[in-house]
């Protein structure tokens, strides 16, 4: 299987796997606790959102960020690839509008006073990162800020992954962990500068905590 065949069957099988084995336990494993830096950096970029603003939270998962901002007074509006996070989503949540929408297939133009990604950005091929990131520039208005999560994983681990999946025969670049069920991807963080770079953002602030790395951004 080349790159191409092989980077649009694995996004597939990551929607289907979060659909039918992820959802169903996603709230009792993960969904509930908000890790100390997360929220930290999450309360301070609140902050920053205008106080009736009307934030993006893209790849929203089951909303588990809608309580934060809901309480400071803000909207919000979720998206996600996987139609059945969001459907727990929707269980919690029933009045916050939500859409199956794609991180690359984000089409809205200055939508959004301000957007979070978080805890997802791992998901994301080498090749998507900088369209994902233009995405996210051009739905937020004017002078709105970003705030993303990049996940971490030890050099050697990193090395290890991506020795096991080239004997595997799987057309990987470094940085990737796959096998035949999950997708990692770990990029070096002057790389995601430069992106950030490339998408006319301004990098505001950065921290390191909870396996992430924490980026606040703004749209000039």
């Not at 934030?55 to 998206?79: E, P």
Request: charged letters at 25%.
């Amino acid at each position: 299987m080349n790159r191409e065949d092989w980077l649009k069957y694995k996004r597939r099988s990551t929607g289907q796997r979060y659909d039918t084995k992820w959802a169903p336990i996603y709230d009792q494993n993960w969904g509930t606790n908000i890790d100390p830096t997360h929220e930290r950096m999450l309360t301070k970029f609140l902050s920053l959102c205008p106080p009736q603003g009307h934030l993006l939270d893209a790849a929203c998962g089951t909303g588990k960020y809608w309580r934060m901002i809901l309480s400071t007074g803000r909207t919000v509006f979720g998206i996600d690839q996987s139609e059945g996070m969001l459907a727990y989503a929707r269980e919690k949540f029933p009045a916050i509008p939500t859409e199956k929408v794609g991180l690359q297939e984000m089409h809205y133009q200055e939508a959004f006073d301000a957007a979070i990604c978080m805890d997802a950005m791992e998901f994301v091929f080498p090749e998507d990162w900088l369209l994902v990131m233009n995405n996210l520039y051009r739905l937020i208005q004017p002078g709105g800020r970003l705030y993303f999560t990049v996940e971490l994983a030890d050099e050697k681990d990193i090395q290890a992954a991506f020795d096991r999946s080239k004997e595997l025969g799987l057309p990987v670049v470094y940085g990737e962990w796959a096998d035949e069920e999950g997708y990692h991807y770990y990029p070096q963080m002057e790389q995601v500068r430069e992106w950030v770079r490339l998408a006319q953002f301004r990098l505001l602030e950065e921290a390191v905590g909870d396996d992430y790395h924490h980026f606040i951004v703004q749209k000039d």
